[in-house]
């Protein structure tokens, strides 16, 4: 059974940072997609950055470029998201996602969604 477990979020004024974390079980770190997406009340979800290793890709939402950046450590199961420059409509609930195995490249993954989902971690960037 594949599990998810984020955590990092939390309350942080204008231009702070966050680091969110997954904690990734029942699948397999080599061969998987896995990403985060964010709601915002009101708001469609939308992913924010995947990872695929079907093409070895990873894909930012084209806003998020340069402040969000993506990472994995396989040996712990783990994606991490290191969000800067933090700004008011980057609150949200984030979310972790996954599938296994990785058919799609990470953009579609991020456009179109995983499989598996775990419970939501909220940000909430105060002005």
């Known amino acids: 059974e594949v599990q998810l477990q984020a955590s990092g979020g939390g309350l942080v004024q204008t231009g702070g940072s966050l680091r969110l974390s997954c904690a990734a079980s029942?699948?397999?770190?080599?061969?998987?997609?896995i990403g985060w997406f964010r709601q915002a009340p009101g708001k469609e979800r939308e992913g924010v950055s995947c990872i695929s290793s079907a093409d070895g890709s990873t894909y930012y939402e084209e806003s998020l470029k340069g402040r969000f950046t993506i990472s994995s450590d396989n040996a712990k199961n783990t994606v991490y998201l290191q969000m800067n420059g933090l700004k008011p409509e980057d609150t949200a609930v984030y979310y972790c996602?996954?599938?296994?195995?990785?058919?799609?490249?990470?953009?579609?993954?991020?456009?179109?969604?995983?499989?598996?989902w775990g419970k939501g971690t909220l940000v909430t960037v105060s002005s």
């Open positions: 996602a996954a599938d296994s195995p990785s058919q799609w490249s990470s953009e579609y993954y991020c456009l179109y969604g995983m499989d598996h």
């Open positions: 029942g699948f397999t770190f080599h061969d998987y997609a």
